[in-house]
């Protein structure tokens, strides 16, 4: 009886070992696979919607905020869907209007930008080579105005101001030495005369909007080809 007991023993102490094992090991396993948390709906949503909204997330108010069976948080409909392949823009419009502006594509994107931010006609010159824009600015308040002057390798310019920049009357606002006669300034006729050394050319003069080309150190037949060459760029 003496050498079994410990055979007894040992046995019980055998399979009383191994259930404990088969559950720590089950505990372990459990462990495992529960230890990777779950994305909460902010982390697993989209950045933002198409339209700029922020994302949403879990602590946001409202029925917006609730997640979808899975986690996620992207409501039907809360991203603009993909524009069809028909809707490609076509190819037209100001950008195309001002592909003809003499100057580089900062140059182009300048009356495009003028072109529109204004409820007037926007103009710009189309320039035989050689020629190049020297100086240009735009402000908005009043109706807003341009003003732009190009010069070439011989000194020669060319100036345009366009919008609300001068209201004074006519008088005042189409100085000039002698009126030539009228003269094309694009798509619409204006006043050559004559001022200076150089030739001016006034459309709508003294009104809001009005134009007004002038040049130096050009003949009068370049300076009205100039003119009646410019380009609208419209928006």
Not at 148 to 177: I, M
Not at 198 to 215: C, D
Request: charged fraction near 5%; aromatic fraction near 6%; hydrophobic fraction near 40%.
């Amino acid at each position: 009886m003496n050498q079994t007991q410990p055979g007894i023993v040992a046995g019980r102490t055998t399979r009383s070992v191994r259930p404990l094992a088969l559950v720590a090991t089950l505990a372990l396993v459990v462990a495992a696979c529960a230890s990777p948390a779950s994305p909460s709906p902010a982390a697993s949503g989209p950045p933002g919607s198409a339209s700029g909204s922020p994302a949403l997330s879990s602590n946001s108010p409202g029925p917006a905020s609730s997640a979808t069976a899975g986690g996620s948080t992207a409501p039907s409909g809360s991203a603009a869907p993909s524009p069809p392949a028909s809707a490609a823009p076509a190819p037209g419009g100001v950008d195309a209007a001002a592909a003809a502006c003499s100057g580089s594509a900062s140059t182009k994107d300048f009356f495009v930008a003028i072109a529109q931010a204004v409820q007037w006609p926007v103009y710009c010159a189309v320039l035989p080579a050689g020629w190049s824009i020297v100086s240009g600015s735009y402000r908005l308040a009043n109706g807003g105005q341009m003003n732009v002057e190009y010069r070439n390798l011989a000194g020669a310019t060319f100036q345009l101001k366009e919008g609300h920049w001068c209201t004074d009357g006519v008088s005042a606002c189409s100085p000039h030495d002698v009126f030539v006669g009228p003269a094309a300034f694009g798509d619409q006729q204006g006043e050559l005369g004559s001022l200076g050394s150089g030739f001016v050319l006034y459309v709508a003069a003294g009104t809001a909007p009005s134009w007004t080309a002038s040049g130096s150190g050009l003949d009068e037949a370049t300076f009205s080809a100039f003119c009646a060459a410019l380009a609208t760029v419209a928006a």
